[in-house]
């Protein structure tokens, strides 16, 4: 198995590029299921999810062609099957997204159910809920969702959670339902807003996408068209963490500051400063060591849980005490017990970590739980005193495109071995 070695104490320097949003090529790739003429994607990120949901689709019969700059040409007239098998699901949840689509255009879909995962639970009763409400027919057994119907019809949902794959499930379906659809308590996350933005490049009839009320009028049927991915504010986030962590100095292009208000606001009040334009952010430390902040997950515009790992790992080397509460998940705390291998003084209580900022972390062999979790243990190791192993980085690479190009690129000292 591959892990990375990271010699820490180098503060990052230079340009870096952001890629298209894993959370937002997902769902739009999901998507094409439901357009009659061939689509085309760009700004695809290369990453492990990516292909996961390309081989979902293939094994569809669905015909994909990617060139050599991550374009991908989608074209679901060659669909044969209507089926998600647990192999490819239980490696990507993500693979929930493809319920909606087929069963909005082709009446069935039979979707292996994900099951638990590092993170919580993560039940999909909520997709289920509002696919029956538009009138489908939904029978859980042998850990599939047998789901059929005639044309889906437009229903009011009212979410008990704000979910945001679940909205993006419902908001696809309700696009070729009949009639109207209102989804209220919907997920605001700029993610579902760049694949409402791509559903009415396809010809769908969208309201009110990024506010917490979206209104889908029903289309007969969507188009294919060309679209390009949002940039990622979660990996463009984990690199301003990155500068911050190691008192470093960075630029980064080809992302939208406007989606990380609240991420962007954390880091100012951690010591950084910060100057951004239409399309790029650049952050610098001025080699000072951070200032605690407290922070409180919750559905977008507040703080992401996708950023909140990588948050403890900054305030484990900065100056006072802080609380992190993670209200969206139950069990996002995996990587504090690595981070107190390397010396981090953190102590975890129901849903919410007490930490002390420590002045040096000190390397250690480490494990990645999960995405994001390996993406904080990342960040410790290029503050730590020696030289950090991170194991099981597969999940890195579900997520973030070629992470440790872009941090040699800034000056980091972090490689990759076989094992
Ligand atoms: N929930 C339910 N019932 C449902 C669906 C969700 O109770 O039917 C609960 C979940 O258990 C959780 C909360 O609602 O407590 C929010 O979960 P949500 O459904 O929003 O999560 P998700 O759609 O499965 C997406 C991202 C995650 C991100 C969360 C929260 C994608 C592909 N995944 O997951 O991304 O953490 O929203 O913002 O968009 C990651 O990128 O590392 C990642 C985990």
Same mark, same amino acid.
Request: charged residues 20%.
């Given at each position: 198995? &591959? ?13 870096? $590029? ?16 439901? #357009? ?10 290369? %990453? ?79 997709? %289920?809920? *509002?696919?029956? =409400? ?14 059929? @119907? ?14 945001? /794959? ?9 696009? %070729? ?18 694949? =409402?933005? @791509?559903?009415?490049?396809? *010809? ?20 294919? @068209? ?16 990155? #500068? ?7 630029? !980064?292009? +080809? /992302? ?12 100012? $009040? ?45 305030? #484990? ?12 998940? &139950? ?18 209580? *129901?849903?919410? =970590? ?24 990342? !960040?410790?190791? %290029? ?7 991170? +194991? ?9 495109? @070629?992470?440790? &190009? ?5 000056? #980091? ?7």
């Amino acid at each position: 198995m &591959e892990k990375l070695l990271i010699e820490g104490g180098k503060p990052l320097k230079g340009d870096v $590029r952001i890629s298209g949003a894993k959370n937002a090529v997902l769902p739009i790739l999901a998507a094409t299921l439901l #357009a009659e003429g061939p689509m085309r994607v760009a700004n695809v990120p290369h %990453l492990q999810d990516v292909t996961t949901t390309m081989e979902l689709l293939g094994r569809m019969g669905v015909s994909l062609t990617i060139d050599e700059h991550m374009n991908i040409e989608i074209d679901t007239s060659t669909i044969e099957e209507f089926f998600a098998h647990y192999e490819v699901v239980k490696t990507m949840r993500a693979s929930i997204l493809v319920l909606g689509p087929l069963l909005a255009r082709f009446g069935k879909a039979e979707v292996s159910l994900p099951g638990g995962c590092a993170i919580g639970s993560r039940p999909v009763n909520l997709h %289920l809920r *509002g696919l029956e =409400a538009m009138g489908a027919d939904i029978e859980v057994k042998g850990g599939y969702i047998h789901a059929s @119907c005639d044309r889906l019809k437009g229903a009011h949902l009212v979410m008990d959670n704000v979910t945001v /794959t679940g909205t993006e499930n419902l908001m696809m379906a309700a696009s %070729l339902a009949e009639g109207t659809s209102v989804i209220e308590n919907a997920a605001r996350e700029p993610e579902v807003t760049d694949l =409402a933005n @791509c559903l009415i490049a396809m *010809g769908a009839n969208i309201e009110g996408a990024g506010t917490d009320t979206i209104t889908v009028h029903g289309v007969k049927e969507l188009k294919g @068209c060309q679209y390009s991915v949002l940039a990622d504010r979660i990996e463009t986030g984990t690199f301003l963490v990155a #500068a911050a962590i190691t008192g470093g100095h960075i630029k !980064l292009k +080809d /992302t939208q500051p406007q989606i990380l208000e609240s991420v962007l606001q954390k880091l100012d $009040r951690a010591g950084a400063s910060i100057t951004s334009g239409h399309d790029w952010i650049e952050i610098d430390m001025h080699n000072r060591r951070p200032k605690s902040i407290n922070l409180r997950t919750a559905p977008y515009p507040a703080f992401p849980t996708d950023m909140q790992a990588q948050f403890t790992a900054l305030n #484990a080397v900065a100056e006072g005490s802080c609380t992190i509460t993670e209200s969206v998940f &139950e069990n996002r705390f995996m990587h504090v017990q690595e981070m107190q291998r390397m010396g981090a003084n953190i102590k975890v209580e *129901g849903n919410t =970590a007490i930490v002390t900022g420590v002045e040096q972390l000190k390397a250690a062999p480490v494990m990645a739980t999960d995405l994001r979790a390996s993406a904080s243990l990342i !960040l410790a190791g %290029l503050v730590a005193e020696g030289q950090t192993v991170v +194991d099981r980085i597969y999940h890195i690479d579900r997520g973030y495109e @070629c992470i440790e &190009e872009k941090l040699v690129q800034l000056g #980091a000292n972090i490689r990759r071995v076989p094992h």
